[in-house]
């Protein structure tokens, strides 16, 4: 059972930066992406940023260019690096993890979610 666990998030006024971490403990069969989601009031929740295990990234229309993704070797973290935040970047967010736990099972691993506000 995969278990992820964030930290950083935070209060920031606008044009500030804040960096999110991810740890994971826990076996996965394979490992296919891992990432950051958030959910702001009110809306569903969408992909900010995202690394594959095919060496692919992804980010969200609304962070390219002001957010970073990275990750250890080992895929046992990721990390989110903000910058330029603006008040619509306020949101919980959550970690990622996507993957198989079996040859076919498909399975969405999430953290508990972390607070991220942005003041103008």
């Known amino acids: 059972q995969v278990h992820l666990v964030e930290s950083g998030g935070g209060s920031v006024q606008a044009g500030g930066s804040l960096r999110l971490s991810c740890a994971r403990s826990?076996?996965?069969?394979?490992?296919?992406?891992m990432g950051w989601y958030r959910q702001a009031p009110g809306k569903q929740r969408e992909l900010v940023a995202q690394?594959?295990?095919?060496?692919?990234?992804n980010y969200g229309d609304s962070v390219k260019g002001r957010f970073t993704i990275s990750r250890d070797n080992a895929w046992n973290t990721v990390a989110l690096q903000m910058s330029s935040l603006k008040p619509e970047h306020t949101a919980v967010y959550y970690c990622?993890?996507?993957?198989?736990?079996?040859?076919?099972?498909?399975?969405?691993?999430w953290g508990q979610g972390t607070q991220v506000t942005v003041s103008s």
């Open positions: 690394v594959t295990a095919g060496q692919s990234t």
């Open positions: 826990g076996d996965i069969f394979r490992l296919v992406a």
């Open positions: 990622n993890v996507g993957g198989y736990s079996g040859p076919t099972r498909w399975e969405a691993y």
